[in-house]
């Protein structure tokens, strides 16, 4: 390699270093720190032992709430993926224009607004006197107020609208790189619309039905503002019960132990989701 060659490495690497030990510091750092954390006895005791871990899955309450923070996540990946592609659909194939403009706004609207003030507008719309029952009331359709906090199914709801631009901006995304005639030709060869839209438009847009899941479900599972509020404590989640244990209880090691399960739980989804867009990128190359 030639001096010019090992002159130019030697820059790309002197612009890289500074967010290698930025990223090394501030993010690999803590969870390192907190594995080792979680891997402590507690109490009095000294050196590393699983025993935490051994606490957490030999107690059927904590596997209960890893299972309930799990199934939130893919309740709401659901939900914003059974909204969200009929939306990205229309927003890929209205003109470019003011219209066009108009539901990009709609759709970068929430991000722009903090999750906190969203969550509590949802209090507005579930409260016994909220939006809904208000409604529902008046066309004398109920004849009490629905329970709609601190349900599982109002968790969902808000979360779902919440994370719902996470799952719209990579199905835009994917479509935006359709190939128009595609439509085209499957219609002049006799295809309907809707066999266009199962062979065609939908699979090679999952590689964004993927990538959007992949936000949605980890950004639901972790989660603590909109559970919290919206469960009003009675519902335990994964983010609620780590609070629970760091906070106010002060038992740091479980809390380290819960704050890895669940890490480890969204990696492996992500690996797998990942690798689902790796085979529907081959797919749809072929």
């Known amino acids: 390699m030639s001096a010019k060659a090992l002159l130019k490495a030697g820059k790309g690497w002197a612009l890289v270093l500074p967010l290698t030990l930025f990223l090394l510091s501030f993010y690999l750092a803590p969870i390192v720190l907190m594995v080792i954390t979680s891997l402590s006895p507690g109490g009095d005791g000294g050196g ?5 871990y051994v606490k957490f899955f030999g107690d059927g309450f904590n596997l209960k709430v890893l299972w309930e923070t799990v199934w939130l996540g893919i309740k709401t990946t659901l939900v914003c993926l059974l909204l969200g592609y009929p939306l990205a659909l229309l927003h890929s194939r209205t003109r470019p224009g003011n219209w066009r403009s108009i539901l990009t706004f709609l759709i970068v609207l ?17 409260g016994r006197q909220g939006v809904i029952n208000s409604t529902l009331l008046s066309l004398s359709l109920i004849e009490e107020p629905l329970r709609l906090l601190s349900t599982h199914h ?9 994370q719902m631009p996470l799952m719209i901006l990579p199905l835009i995304a994917a479509m935006a790189r359709l190939d ?3 439509e085209s030709a499957s219609a002049s060869l006799g295809g309907t619309s809707w066999r266009t839209f199962w062979r065609i ?8 039905i993927i990538s959007g899941s992949l936000l949605v479900f980890s950004a639901s599972v972790s989660s603590f503002i909109t559970p919290s509020v919206i469960g009003g404590g009675r519902i335990m989640f994964m983010p609620m019960y780590i ?38 990128r081959s797919y749809t190359h072929t």
């Open 48 to 52: 590393l032992s699983p025993s935490q």
């Open 201 to 208: 438009t939908l699979p090679l847009t999952l590689p964004g």
């Open 154 to 162: 109002g968790v969902v709801a808000a979360l779902s609208q919440i």
């Open 243 to 280: 609070y629970q244990q760091a906070i106010s209880l002060f038992d740091f090691p479980f809390a380290a132990t819960i704050s890895t399960v669940l890490l480890v739980t969204v990696l492996l989804v992500v690996v797998l989701l990942s690798s689902l867009g790796r085979l529907t």
């Open 110 to 126: 929430p991000l722009l607004t903090s999750a906190v003030v969203r969550t509590f507008a949802w209090i507005v719309i579930l």
């Open 180 to 182: 128009p005639n595609l």
